[in-house]
């Protein structure tokens, strides 16, 4: 990539708490093109990583959702926030669960349509829910992930690896 094309980034676009497609208008190309990873979440956060702009140095926490949304969700975050971080491994709390993160995507975009009510990534999203917050009900993660309480009942009890 040439640095013409490197220098132009989109964080002044983006507002502090943004969602970008996956895909589509191609938006995530322009945005994660300036983009670089710093850190990866040590935990079991495995959706959760802090990135820098390499053209303005603007430090984002970024949480990848690729089962339910199909989106990235990014949170601006000031020098302290990115220090914190990168020093101490403490991470802000925006995206801290998965829970966290769908509550968040059900405010700035909308679940995805499956044709099977048991894909894999729906069986696995609630189960991950469950074990996160074993309480958590049925209808909650219906909720969260844009299907039924019974679709719920029904993945929970799926024999799928």
Request: glycine share 4%.
């Amino acid at each position: 990539m040439n640095d013409a094309v490197e220098s132009k980034c989109e964080c002044a676009a983006l507002p502090d708490l943004a969602v970008v497609p996956m895909g589509g208008d191609d938006l995530d190309l322009r945005v994660f093109a300036t983009l670089s990873r710093v850190r990866e979440h040590s935990g079991p956060q495995w959706w959760l990583y802090f990135s820098k702009c390499k053209a303005c140095g603007q430090n984002w926490l970024v949480a990848q959702e690729e089962r339910v949304f199909d989106d990235y969700f990014l949170k601006r975050l000031n020098v302290a926030e990115a220090d914190e971080i990168v020093t101490s491994e403490r991470w802000p709390g925006e995206f801290s669960t998965y829970e966290r993160v769908l509550t968040v995507g059900h405010a700035l975009s909308r679940p995805c349509r499956f044709f099977d009510p048991l894909a894999s990534s729906l069986v696995w999203t609630a189960r991950d829910l469950r074990k996160e917050r074993p309480a958590m009900t049925c209808e909650e993660i219906a909720q969260l992930i844009g299907s039924t309480s019974a679709e719920v009942e029904l993945m929970l009890a799926a024999n799928v690896p």
